[in-house]
């Protein structure tokens, strides 16, 4: 909530500068003399034409149309969020004319001649947008941030709890699906997923094959409850989902998670494809804890000394699983897997398939 209130002031500080910046433009195209009045209105319509279209683009984003165009290809989705953004703009613009300069004949003169320019600045703005929320979603909204922000030009030593995600019995689905349907439910499994994730504060660092590398900064045990509600969330989508990937693909589709926390050393590395980095043993850890899980037919595993720096949400209990010593490690660690209210292990749903 703090976060969200926080992008929303962004914004409608961002709207108001370029709303003043805008109608300063258009009082000396215009020629109309209005002095002070011109950046004070431009700065009025910048914020309710912002506070607009971010309700808008919020609500689409979450509806049924807006996960239908996370799924379209990428020049088409784009295109087709540069149109939904220009509307949304103009509209905005169109009805903050009308409401806040409640003057027939000025409106009448804005349709005459503002008509024109207000659209092309929609346009504009609508294309300059997209392309920007493009590449956040390609870098990541908070690498690219880093990124600009210089935070990690040199290494340095964060907390974070990691979560590897992979698909259970994925060698099985791809050869029963073939390699291009059993990437498409992949791509499906991990789009369907991404809100938890986004509305819990992970931040996804990489798709490899079929696992997705995710993580949290460690905020405290209060603060990393977030993880394990974003884990259940998930597993209760994918549970929603059963039907859809039955029929679709014949096969309902789970997730197999390996979960640690500690230091690690993140920077950026490259050139011509820059990247975040993660470097440390709390990864490899992470990774162990996923074997782990396939061993012991569980859809979740961490370690204690991880699981003890997490409240646990209510419903959500744990259960030892064993303790042994890990490839590359000197001491034991003891395993631990998520429980259910009814004391089974925390899963998203048995594995099935549809009568072939």
């Given at each position: 909530?703090?976060?969200t209130?926080?992008?929303?002031?962004f914004?409608?500080v961002?709207?108001?500068i370029i709303?003043?910046l805008?109608?300063?433009?258009?009082?000396?195209?215009l020629?109309?003399?209005?002095?002070?009045?011109a950046?004070i209105r431009?700065a009025v319509?910048?914020?309710?034409?912002?506070?607009v279209?971010v309700?808008l683009?919020?609500w689409?984003?979450?509806s049924?149309?807006g996960?239908w165009?996370?799924?379209?290809k990428?020049?088409?989705?784009?295109a087709?969020?540069?149109i939904?953004?220009?509307?949304?703009?103009?509209?905005a613009?169109?009805?903050s004319?009308?409401v806040?300069?409640?003057d027939?004949?000025?409106y009448v003169?804005?349709?005459q001649?503002?008509?024109?320019p207000?659209?092309?600045?929609?346009?504009g703005?609508?294309?300059?947008?997209?392309?920007?929320?493009?590449?956040?979603r390609l870098?990541?909204?908070?690498t690219?941030?880093?990124f600009?922000?210089?935070?990690?030009?040199?290494p340095?030593?964060?907390r974070r709890?990691?979560?590897?995600?992979?698909?259970?019995?994925s060698t099985?689905i791809?050869?029963?699906l073939g390699?291009q349907?059993?990437?498409?439910?992949?791509t499906?499994?991990?789009?369907?997923?991404?809100?938890a994730i986004?509305?819990?504060?992970?931040?996804?660092?990489n798709?490899?094959?079929?696992?997705?590398?995710?993580?949290w900064?460690?905020r405290g045990p209060?603060?990393?409850?977030?993880?394990l509600?974003?884990?259940?969330?998930?597993?209760q989508?994918l549970?929603?989902?059963q039907?859809?990937?039955?029929k679709?693909y014949?096969v309902?589709?789970t997730?197999?998670?390996?979960?640690a926390?500690g230091?690690?050393?993140?920077?950026?590395c490259?050139?011509?494809?820059?990247?975040?980095?993660?470097?440390?043993?709390t990864?490899?850890?992470?990774?162990r804890m996923q074997?782990?899980?396939?061993?012991?037919?569980?859809?979740v595993i961490?370690?204690?000394?991880?699981?003890?720096?997490?409240?646990?949400?209510m419903?959500?209990?744990?259960d030892?699983?064993?303790?042994?010593?890990?490839r590359?490690r000197?001491?034991?660690t003891?395993?631990l897997?998520l429980?259910?209210?009814?004391?089974?292990?925390?899963?998203?749903?048995?594995s099935?398939s549809?009568?072939?």
């Amino acid at each position: 909530m703090k976060r969200t209130f926080g992008s929303f002031v962004f914004v409608l500080v961002a709207g108001a500068i370029i709303g003043a910046l805008y109608g300063l433009m258009m009082n000396e195209i215009l020629d109309r003399n209005w002095g002070l009045k011109a950046p004070i209105r431009g700065a009025v319509r910048g914020m309710v034409v912002a506070s607009v279209a971010v309700v808008l683009e919020v609500w689409i984003s979450n509806s049924a149309i807006g996960r239908w165009q996370r799924s379209v290809k990428f020049r088409r989705g784009v295109a087709l969020r540069v149109i939904i953004t220009c509307l949304i703009i103009y509209v905005a613009l169109a009805g903050s004319h009308l409401v806040l300069i409640a003057d027939k004949e000025i409106y009448v003169q804005w349709i005459q001649s503002g008509f024109a320019p207000d659209f092309l600045f929609a346009l504009g703005a609508g294309v300059v947008i997209q392309v920007m929320l493009q590449a956040r979603r390609l870098i990541g909204g908070r690498t690219l941030t880093y990124f600009l922000l210089g935070r990690y030009a040199r290494p340095t030593e964060e907390r974070r709890i990691f979560v590897l995600a992979d698909l259970k019995d994925s060698t099985s689905i791809t050869e029963k699906l073939g390699d291009q349907k059993a990437l498409e439910l992949i791509t499906g499994v991990f789009l369907d997923i991404d809100p938890a994730i986004k509305k819990h504060r992970g931040v996804i660092h990489n798709y490899v094959g079929d696992e997705i590398i995710m993580s949290w900064l460690d905020r405290g045990p209060d603060g990393n409850m977030r993880l394990l509600k974003c884990i259940d969330e998930i597993f209760q989508t994918l549970s929603v989902r059963q039907a859809h990937y039955l029929k679709k693909y014949g096969v309902a589709p789970t997730l197999r998670l390996g979960i640690a926390g500690g230091p690690v050393a993140v920077g950026e590395c490259g050139w011509e494809k820059r990247q975040v980095v993660y470097i440390g043993d709390t990864i490899n850890k992470a990774k162990r804890m996923q074997e782990a899980c396939k061993r012991h037919d569980l859809s979740v595993i961490l370690d204690a000394e991880t699981a003890r720096g997490i409240t646990m949400p209510m419903g959500i209990g744990i259960d030892v699983v064993e303790e042994a010593t890990l490839r590359g490690r000197a001491e034991a660690t003891k395993m631990l897997t998520l429980t259910g209210p009814d004391g089974t292990a925390l899963e998203a749903l048995p594995s099935m398939s549809a009568a072939v």
